[in-house]
């Protein structure tokens, strides 16, 4: 047996560490849609370099849309700094060590490549903007009319997309102290889940927004050009088709990693065996078994697969329930992540 | 350059946590938060019970996982001594150092950046104790130079068994405790 009495108690780290709220999460999932986005996006980019049509649906939308997601994911990021005035000093240095000083270089480089790519789309879904800046609409041209400009762009945002989506992994996975974490699969299983979050987001946002030919003016082109990203057609249903059967594969593809991680964690010290309980058996159970395993991947899997066997109707039910899974994953993984310690022999 | 460390006799503390007040007195660290604190650890099965209290702090780890995960370089290895500090204005409060501390030593200061044991770097310098060294009434906690053999830390760890925190943890630190 052993019994310890600690005197300190310090606000967020004691009875266990809660250095990290909402804010984290929120960073990590919209970054993983975000990264998703981009590798879907650049892969589209890739089908029109070889001539198809630019217009289509999730081609030239997606990077608009992920462009927003990125601001969204920053300034929660943002949100979650203690000494926020200070935050212009990761950028006046490298430190090779730190993934997180990594991250944020890498933001930056995705950051640019974003707006690039979203620049591409900008002139088509506000025709103020691209009267009034031609250049803009004369880049636009430029990328979109030339098939060798648009496979670099694609190319650089499949790139971006797969070091964000490990990334956001890797930033937490590096930390000895949180056992939880200490899984080199913790950067695929990111991955994988940014692709079938990414592929859901894109689903519910072909359904909800609106489709509407672009209004002409400035205010309400400026707002339809942030809302109305997917322009005046329809997605294709074979577009539709391909994004469900690509989020089959990828959520069948979270499964095992999601299974592997746990395998992974339990047949390693008796600290990380003591982690996955955490998940497995503890407090986060309920979180883990019953909304990232039934409700995140397993009711989507099951409902999708009917879809394509047309057995049911085509409904935005499965997106939503992956984006929910995929908000849930970050969630559990890092607040259960701060919760696991080394654990005392002595303890055991 | 010295190789500052601590080696802290378990047989003579107490736990009177007069190194806990004598820091934060030092150090003006905020009220609710410590920078030291007492563990007592209690082994066995009654009767054949083992009691352990233990004066701890940031271990000053030879290899520090805090100042290599830290984006702007505000965790960082100091000299003399070779002490874990953290500058306050390069410090962005991304936390990432308080996860990746296996201790729990930091936490962050009501001001927004991260604080932590310092060694009492402002006296040290000077060559003066800690003020945790200094105060304790057992005088239970020696402070030095690991890498002078002639040290009284040095002496102590060839001459008495000691472990130190969490060694699996891979972070080698510089506090030991004598059993
Ligand atoms: S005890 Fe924690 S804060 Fe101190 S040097 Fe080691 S890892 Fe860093
Ligand atoms: S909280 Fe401050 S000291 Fe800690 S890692 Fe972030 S920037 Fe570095």
Request: proline share 7%.
């Amino acid at each position: 047996m052993l019994e310890t009495t600690i005197t300190r108690s310090n606000p967020l780290v004691d009875p266990s560490l809660a250095v990290w709220s909402w804010e984290i999460p929120v960073y990590l999932f919209a970054g993983g849609i975000v990264a998703g986005m981009m590798i879907l996006g650049g892969l589209a980019m890739l089908r029109i370099a070889k001539g198809d049509d630019p217009r289509t649906f999730f081609s030239l939308h997606t990077p608009l849309f992920a462009f927003m997601l990125i601001n969204v994911g920053m300034g929660a990021l943002f949100l979650d700094l203690a000494h926020k005035l200070y935050v212009w000093r990761v950028y006046l240095t490298f430190q090779p060590d730190s993934p997180m000083s990594w991250g944020s270089w890498v933001l930056l480089v995705v950051y640019g490549a974003l707006m690039a790519s979203a620049l591409v789309r900008l002139p088509q879904a506000w025709p103020w903007l691209g009267r009034r800046v031609p250049v803009l609409q004369t880049l636009s041209d430029a990328i979109t009319g030339s098939p060798g400009r648009m496979r670099l762009l694609g190319w650089a945002n499949i790139l971006l997309g797969a070091g964000l989506g490990i990334y956001t992994g890797i930033l937490l996975n590096t930390m000895v102290a949180r056992p939880l974490w200490n899984t080199g699969l913790l950067g695929p299983l990111f991955l994988v889940s940014g692709l079938s979050a990414g592929a859901a987001a894109m689903h519910v946002a072909s359904v909800f927004l609106p489709r509407r030919p672009a209004p002409e003016g400035m205010l309400g082109g400026a707002i339809s050009a942030l809302v109305q990203q997917l322009g005046p057609e329809p997605p294709e249903r074979r577009t539709v088709d391909t994004l469900i059967r690509a989020d089959i594969a990828f959520l069948a593809i979270e499964l095992v990693l999601l299974g592997l991680v746990v395998v992974n964690l339990q047949t390693s010290s008796a600290s990380h065996a003591v982690a996955a309980a955490l998940i497995v058996s503890g407090p986060y159970a309920w979180a883990f078994w019953g909304v990232i395993v039934a409700l995140g991947i397993l009711a989507p899997l099951a409902l999708q697969w009917l879809e394509l066997d047309h057995r049911i109707p085509h409904t935005v039910l499965p997106a939503l329930l992956v984006l929910v899974g995929g908000f849930a994953l970050r969630w559990v993984m890092v607040n259960a992540g701060q919760a696991s310690h080394i654990v005392h022999a002595a303890g055991l | 350059m010295p190789r500052f460390g601590m080696v802290i006799d378990t047989r003579k503390c107490v736990g009177c946590m007069d190194c806990v007040v004598a820091c934060q007195t030092e150090n003006d660290v905020p009220a609710g938060y410590c920078r030291d604190w007492i563990t007592t650890e209690v082994r066995g099965e009654f009767p054949a019970l083992k009691m352990e209290i233990r004066s701890e702090r940031c271990n000053h780890c030879d290899n520090p996982p805090c100042v290599s995960c830290c984006p702007t370089g505000a965790s960082h290895v100091a000299d003399p001594g070779r002490v874990v500090l953290v500058t306050a204005n390069k410090c962005i409060g991304c936390k990432a150092c308080i996860a990746a501390c296996p201790y729990d030593a930091r936490f962050v200061h009501p001001k927004g950046y991260v604080d932590k044991c310092t060694f009492c770097h402002h006296r040290t310098k000077d060559g003066l104790d800690p003020a945790c060294v200094a105060v304790c009434p057992t005088h239970c906690m020696a402070f030095g130079d690991l890498d002078d053999p002639a040290s009284t830390v040095s002496t102590l760890l060839r001459t008495r068994a000691h472990h130190a925190l969490l060694p699996e943890a891979g972070t080698k630190p510089r506090i030991f405790y004598l059993t």
